[in-house]
């Protein structure tokens, strides 16, 4: 910790930065609009997104790095040397944490190797713009929530009780992860593989996180969620875990012993399989066929959202294989077969996979004691005709399988009884009362559903041999029909039955916790060379290129850079330039990472880091403004260093399983050595990248030299040159500022020539230099370009006008679109003296009028008016509309001074 603090401690005299702004007061004068209120802020900080601006563009939800913000705000007010200092004392909290997990990770390592991961972590260059840049502290804590979230749940295998559950409360810290920074969800899968790596006893647990943090992640974007949504992604994300689960379980003699299990049928007689003791439903069993389901329904989704009609197959076969664990006989799996495929037939037609989902375990849950019954097959098939004739959401049908397997375990249980009873006959008593009381629009369907209930409680009854409860079963009925108050009967079909199908069901947006309405943010083409909507080749090839940059960042990390974009990454195709080869070495990594996981924790770990962290910064599946950052490499970097020192490790002849060698001077020397001389390196990089982020102009001067083909970093460099012009002293110094900014902002345009922004800044800066000729020229250029941008052509009319060239101004102001000529004053105003100018006296004073009848309380048009009628000697309507000036603002200088002037001009007038 110590070491980390030190490495940052010559960030702490720096000035605010890039995009400081963002979460903190940069300027007195335009105070951040939310932490710079305080704590008081901190409501209003969780109903509002993370960025909003007057133009309605708004984006993320990040309410604990603002929150965070706001108390700083609120205990030291504005000041860059203290929040530089929060973030070195949080990047050192960081690095002893993550010391602590790692020793739980590596239990059996040989403690060096935790110890220099951590010390190579904090070295690593990359990290200066999470450490140095105010804003990027959302980076330090959204990992430092995630390392707490493991520390937390790993203090579970020494506590028991209340103090246990605590622990795994507390590792739900993960959601403040996301509530720091969105692409936090990158976390999840990390944790998740971290926690079963370290007692494969959490799988259950990381996939009640998994549901709760998808969720979270979900109602806090600015982008809007289905229901479908939710089940799908967190689908994938169960799939996930239970893979890494039944990975790090599964042995080869099991799968074989289990394949001979499968086909024992074959071998033996009907009698001799019948005479076999049912298999018992184990815990085991039980988690086996959740975690074989539970793969099989994340393939069905992936199946079904590529639109393949075998979607359903793969649970099929995982359900035909459970219901055989039993020692059940050949003739029973055929038929089970059978009875899958209807079921697959029926609500594959239906498109209602969830059904088929629950019922397939719960019927597991039904075969795996033994039980099957010829019934049991009939109702199953009858329920599936009950869905092919409603299609509507019945939670009663879908507990039915289940109420089938209580009821022959845990019949003699008078509380499991009790809710037994009432369950099953709420069904047909409330189909019956419809009927009766005439409370439904379609008696036919009712008449259907009341024969249902009817089969599906004798064919729950007829499984129980035990019944001797009659006194309990009248009891609840009466009890049931006696308070009706407590336990609601409907009174019509749509009381009680779902009106929406499930296909628009689960395409219902998933609430939002932020105001709705909000627009995105732009991204244009000098931040992202693809987006959502490019084809899939183009965006592959794109990621490759940041791929490419981001490994030889890891390895070398210099020089870097405050900004990318184009043209530094450049819209290529996945066939261009090897672009395939890196995609196929990714996925490799990937899928190497999974496989290694039993073998080597060291490398799984490190490629599982690097692949995992960095999946949502490729620009395939969301886009990063600027395409990459080195901030993005902040996670990614962890698995690197896992994987650096474990090399050197091997290299050098350290033995990792060793917990003997705890110190440095008992590792070997060339261990030492090598270790030590990329720590120098590193550390000399990081101290010199710091002073680099003193200020903004000091960044951008830094990274400018390498940057020559990005055209925002240029455009960057330029805007903040004229920002900083009023400190300039020396009027020479000022000149000079404005030329460089002249030049960058041409090498922005040579890159990008579309590049309004630049444009137009370059037009402005000229003007400033007294280059009207091409100030004007550029204005046009930039008024061309976007024509949802008047101010463009109002300044180049003000250029033409300032050269006496009234006919090219008079040209700019009709070349505006109506739709930005009505109501801007400026029009009017400008307009009109330019036409007056040009000769065209009769058509100014016609704008103004005009412009009077759309802006009645303007003044300056009144004033305007009176102007042109002293010149053209009507002093009477001049006399009129100062006047009338003077009736909207009484204390208007300019009108008074211009009625003081025509009462000496015109004695007689007064």
Not at 419 to 430: A, D, E, N, S, Y
Not at 713 to 720: E, I, S, W
Not at 831 to 855: C, D, M, P, R, W
Request: aromatic letters at 14%; one cysteine or more; hydrophobic letters at 50%.
């Amino acid at each position: 910790m110590l070491f980390a603090g030190l490495l940052y401690v010559n960030t702490i005299p720096n000035q605010y930065a890039m995009d400081d702004e963002l979460v903190t007061t940069v300027d007195k004068n335009y105070p951040h609009r939310l932490t710079s209120k305080g704590l008081s802020a901190i409501p209003q900080i969780f109903r509002e997104p993370y960025y909003k601006d007057d133009q309605g563009y708004a984006y993320d939800y990040r309410p604990v790095t603002l929150s965070v913000f706001a108390l700083e705000h609120s205990l030291f007010g504005a000041n860059p040397h203290i929040s530089h200092f929060i973030n070195v004392i949080l990047y050192a909290l960081l690095c002893g944490l993550l010391l602590y997990v790692l020793e739980k990770l590596f239990p059996e390592t040989n403690p060096v190797i935790p110890f220099s991961v951590t010390l190579l972590y904090a070295a690593h260059p990359i990290h200066t713009e999470v450490v140095a840049s105010i804003k990027n502290r959302d980076e330090i804590m959204a990992l430092g929530f995630m390392l707490f979230s493991f520390w937390s749940v790993s203090k579970t295998t020494m506590l028991t009780g209340a103090k246990k559950i605590l622990a795994y409360t507390g590792g739900f810290v993960l959601l403040l992860s996301i509530l720091s920074k969105p692409t936090s969800i990158v976390l999840l899968p990390i944790l998740n593989i971290m926690l079963i790596l370290y007692d494969r006893k959490n799988w259950l647990y990381t996939i009640i996180l998994s549901a709760v943090v998808m969720f979270v992640y979900m109602v806090t974007q600015t982008l809007s969620f289905s229901v479908k949504d939710y089940f799908i992604y967190t689908a994938i994300v169960v799939f996930l875990n239970v893979i890494v689960y039944l990975w790090m379980q599964v042995r080869w003699e099991n799968v074989k012993e289990m394949l001979q299990k499968l086909f024992e049928g074959t071998k033996n007689t009907l009698r001799q399989e019948e005479a076999r003791e049912p298999a018992p439903v184990t815990k085991a069993n039980l988690l086996r066929a959740i975690s074989l389901i539970a793969i099989s329904v994340a393939f069905m989704y992936a199946l079904l959202l590529l639109g393949y009609k075998i979607a359903l197959f793969p649970v099929i076969l995982a359900m035909v294989y459970l219901s055989s664990l039993g020692y059940h006989p050949i003739w029973v799996m055929i038929q089970n077969l059978l009875y899958w495929f209807v079921l697959y037939m029926g609500v594959y037609l239906q498109a209602i996979p969830h059904y088929f989902t629950l019922l397939g375990l719960l019927y597991y849950l039904c075969v795996l004691g033994n039980k099957l019954r010829p019934i049991g097959l009939v109702y199953f098939l009858v329920g599936e005709f009950y869905l092919l004739y409603n299609d509507i959401l019945q939670g009663y049908f879908l507990l039915l399988p289940l109420l089938l397997w209580l009821s022959e375990r845990y019949f003699n249980n008078v509380i499991v009884r009790s809710i037994l009873i009432i369950i099953l006959l709420w069904g047909p008593v409330q189909s019956l009362l419809n009927i009766i009381q005439g409370n439904t629009l379609n008696k036919q369907s009712e008449i259907i559903d009341l024969l249902f209930w009817v089969f599906a409680t004798a064919a729950i009854f007829t499984t129980i041999y035990r019944f001797k409860h009659k006194y309990t079963v009248a009891l609840t009925f009466l009890i049931f029909l006696s308070n009706s108050y407590l336990i609601h009967i409907p009174k019509s079909v749509e009381d009680f039955k779902a009106k929406k199908t499930i296909s628009e069901a689960i395409l219902q947006p998933l609430p939002q916790a932020i105001e709705p309405g909000q627009m995105d943010r732009p991204i244009l083409k000098v931040e992202a060379v693809t987006d959502h909507l490019s084809p899939l080749e183009y965006k592959l090839g794109t990621a490759a290129q940041v791929l490419k940059k981001y490994a030889r960042l890891l390895l070398i990390p210099y020089p870097m850079s405050f900004y990318y974009g184009y043209k530094m990454i450049e819209r290529q195709s996945v066939f261009e330039n090897f672009n395939a080869v890196v995609i196929l070495i990714y996925v490799a990594l990937s899928v190497l990472s999974f496989l290694l996981l039993r073998y080597n924790r060291h490398i799984a770990l490190g490629l599982l880091i690097i692949t995992v962290g960095l999946s949502v910064y490729t620009n395939i599946i969301l886009v990063a403004p600027g395409m990459m950052a080195d901030r993005f490499l902040f996670v990614p970097s962890l698995g690197f260093c896992i994987l650096v020192v474990y090399l050197i490790a091997k290299l050098f002849g350290l033995i990792l399983i060793d917990t003997s060698h705890n110190n440095f001077t008992s590792v070997p020397t060339s261990y030492r050595f090598t270790l030590l001389t990329v720590l120098l390196i590193y550390t000399y990089i990081t101290v010199a990248r710091n002073r680099d982020w003193k200020d903004y102009l000091t960044l951008f001067a830094a990274d400018i030299g390498h940057l020559e083909n990005s055209a925002q970093a240029n455009n960057l460099y330029a805007v903040n040159l004229m920002k900083n012009l009023h400190k300039a002293t020396d009027p020479q110094k000022a000149r000079e500022m404005c030329l460089l900014a002249e030049k960058h902002f041409q090498q922005a345009l040579s890159i990008y020539p579309e590049f309004f922004n630049a444009q137009f800044d370059l037009a402005r800066t000229q003007n400033i230099l007294g280059k009207y000729k091409e100030a004007e020229e550029n204005f046009v250029k930039a008024a061309k370009m976007n024509e949802e941008f008047p101010t463009a052509w109002y300044s180049a009319a003000e250029v033409a006008m300032r050269q006496q060239r009234f006919a090219n101004a008079v040209q700019y102001f009709e070349t505006i679109p109506d739709r930005h000529k009505t109501g801007n004053p400026s029009y009017y105003l400008s307009g009109s003296f330019a036409y007056f100018k040009n000769g065209q006296t009769e058509k100014a004073i016609s704008l103004l009028h005009k412009g009077a009848a759309v802006l009645p309380q303007n003044p300056d048009i009144y004033i305007a008016l009176g102007q042109l009628y002293t010149e053209t000697q009507k002093p009477d309507s001049a006399f009129y509309y100062c006047q009338k000036a003077l009736t909207v603002n009484p204390d208007n200088p300019v009108a008074k001074d211009m009625l003081s002037r025509l009462r000496q001009s015109f004695p007689a007038k007064k």
